[in-house]
Every structure is written in structure tokens, then in C-alpha cells.
Antibody, heavy 121, light 106 residues
């Protein structure tokens, strides 16, 4: 059974940093592109960024709203995905989901349960 | 950036009704369009991929159609468990979601 479990959310002050983790199981993690998607309270879904797989050099892409502040990484030996968030703003407050792409396609076929990040003073 | 416009933003229907949601892309995205269902407090769930393909295990009352810029998502006979918010998502040029359609039972 495919499982994605996020952790690391919490309350952080504006300008602060936080690192989210996503533990994957039930599939060959190293084969897949992996993404972060967020949802502000009461709002819609916003793609944050993704990491390609080893075959595609682990390259990363980001939404304009987070580029230069957020960094996505992965450790295939630990079946884990990470999101390092720096220079946090109040508008980064959201539930952050990790999501698996079907292969390398842009189709999100499995999602974690999400972890809440609150940026507030 | 490709903008995705869903309509309506909310919808109230009765059990057994046929429900239709539309999604319009700001430019041609071929069939690179997915539909997701999100129930309150839960993660989104993939229902339809590549505009018209039903994800494994999803009931056949759900369907999708369209290509280019105009897409349609249909529930042929609304069930109580279908109460949720539905999102379209394009993946022709990066990834963009529609603003969502909140579906309620009348």
C-alpha cells in the first residue's frame, strides 16, 4: 500500500525557517518525481515545486511564489522527501502536502495527509 | 502562466442528479488535464487523468471530457458521498489548479 506521511509543521515567526519531511512507503520511491502542494486555510490548491528522479538528475523546479526561499530535496536511501522553507512570510501559512507523480507525468496519484505550517508573530 | 477557470464555484444538487463542472484553460493544453476530489479535512484524490481516463477504483459515475481549452467533469447520478470540492489541474506547462467547485446536497 502506497503511503506518504508528512511531518515537521508548526508555528514559526515571519522570517523564520522550517523543514518539512515526507516519508514514503509501499512503492519504489526512487522511480518517481515527487512534489509539494500547499493549501492556505479555506483556499484552493497551489503547486509549490518538485524534484525529478535520479534518472533525471534530481533536478528541481519551483513556483514563482517560493523560488529562492524554498528548497526541495530527497534521500532515496531513506525513501524521504524534504522541503526546506526559509524567509517565511505570513502568506506561506498553509497545509503542505507531498504528492507522488505517476512516473514522470504531472499526474498526482497519491497524496499525504498534509502538515500545517502557520507563519505568525 | 496558464490560468484555469472552473465554474461554477459552488453547486447544490439532489441525490440522483446529473452534475456538470467545467474548466477552461487560458491556452491550449491538449488533454493534459486532471480532476481531483477533496473532502473536508482530507487530501485530494485523483479521479480523472488525461481529461477522460478514470483512475483505477473510481466509480464509473464519474467521467471527464474535452481537449484544448474546454473541459467537462460529470457525475452521472449524484451520491451523498460525493459531497466534496472538485479541482481541475493542468500539466501542460508546469502545474496549475482551478479554484475549485464546492458541491453540496440540496
Amino acid at each position: 500500500e502506497v503511503q506518504l506521511v508528512e511531518s515537521g509543521g508548526g508555528l514559526v515567526q515571519p522570517g523564520g525557517s522550517l523543514r518539512l519531511s515526507c516519508a514514503a512507503s509501499g512503492f519504489t520511491f526512487s522511480d518517481h518525481y515527487m512534489d509539494w502542494v500547499r493549501q492556505a486555510p479555506g483556499k484552493g490548491l497551489e503547486w509549490v515545486g518538485r524534484t525529478r528522479n535520479k534518472a533525471n538528475s534530481y533536478t528541481t523546479e519551483y513556483a514563482a511564489s517560493v523560488k529562492g526561499r524554498f528548497t526541495i530535496s530527497r534521500d532515496d536511501s531513506k525513501n524521504s522527501l524534504y522541503l526546506q522553507m526559509n524567509s517565511l512570510k505570513t502568506e506561506d501559512t498553509a497545509v503542505y502536502y507531498c504528492a507522488r507523480e505517476t512516473g514522470t507525468t504531472g499526474i498526482f496519484d497519491y497524496w499525504g495527509q498534509g502538515t500545517l505550517v502557520t507563519v505568525s508573530s | 502562466d496558464i490560468q484555469m477557470t472552473q465554474s461554477p464555484s459552488s453547486l447544490s444538487a439532489s441525490v440522483g442528479d446529473r452534475v456538470t463542472i467545467t474548466c477552461q484553460a487560458s491556452q491550449d493544453i491538449s488533454n493534459y488535464l486532471n480532476w481531483y476530489q477533496q473532502k473536508p479535512g482530507k487530501a485530494p484524490k485523483l479521479l480523472i487523468y488525461d481529461a477522460s481516463n478514470l483512475e483505477t477504483g473510481v466509480p464509473s459515475r464519474f467521467s471527464g471530457s474535452g481537449s484544448g481549452t474546454d473541459f467537462t467533469f460529470t457525475i452521472s447520478s449524484l451520491q451523498p458521498e460525493d459531497i466534496a470540492t472538485y479541482y481541475c489541474q493542468q500539466y501542460d506547462n508546469w502545474y496549475t489548479f482551478g479554484q475549485g467547485t464546492k458541491l453540496e446536497i440540496k
